[in-house]
């Protein structure tokens, strides 16, 4: 069953929603009255998730390899 809760309401409370989805219970999530998100309980044999993960890989493998050299730490965090 869907329970519907306003984006603030979401953000105040997310650890409390967590454990209530982790027990089965779904939310809407609105937006100036509008939903925007679900939040549901995640199934381990769940086909969206395996098609994510399928889609992920192939758009990885199809990335070309960029050398961009040797750096170190600090010169990451001066951009």
Do not use: K
């Amino acid at each position: 069953m869907n329970q519907i809760i306003s984006a603030a309401e979401a953000n105040r409370s997310f650890s409390a929603i967590l454990r209530e989805v982790r027990e089965g219970q779904s939310f809407i999530v609105t937006s100036h009255g509008a939903p925007v998100a679900r939040i549901l309980p995640c199934d381990a044999n769940d086909a969206t998730r395996e098609a994510s993960r399928a889609a992920l890989f192939v758009r990885l493998e199809a990335q070309p390899v960029v050398d961009v050299g040797r750096w170190s730490r600090d010169e990451l965090y001066e951009r």
